[in-house]
């Protein structure tokens, strides 16, 4: 059985992408779920046009540290 996957956070769709590429660029696997949602639903607002963002969990805490950093 595979490791589990933890959400580091839930944001925008657009904010979600440059998280993705902000880990991944440091060597952490992500996965984005709820892309569809907004898109099918045309919503961008409130919790179902969020996006969670996960990483496996023995990643989360240097995934949460590299995203507080880079929070502005």
């Given at each position: 059985?595979?490791?589990?996957?933890?959400?580091?956070?839930a944001?925008?769709?657009?904010?979600?992408?440059?998280?993705?590429?902000?880990?991944?660029?440091?060597?952490?696997?992500?996965?984005?779920?709820?892309?569809?949602?907004?898109?099918?639903?045309?919503?961008?607002l409130?919790?179902?046009?969020?996006v969670?963002?996960?990483?496996?969990?023995?990643?989360?805490?240097q995934a949460?540290?590299?995203?507080?950093?880079?929070?502005?």
């Open positions: 059985m595979g490791e589990r996957w933890v959400v580091v956070a944001t925008l769709p657009v904010e979600a992408s440059l998280m993705k590429g902000l880990l991944e660029s440091a060597g952490i696997p992500v996965r984005l779920r709820g892309e569809a949602i907004g898109r099918l639903y045309g919503l961008n409130g919790p179902l046009g969020e969670e963002v996960l990483v496996p969990e023995g990643k989360a805490a949460r540290e590299i995203l507080e950093e880079h929070r502005g």
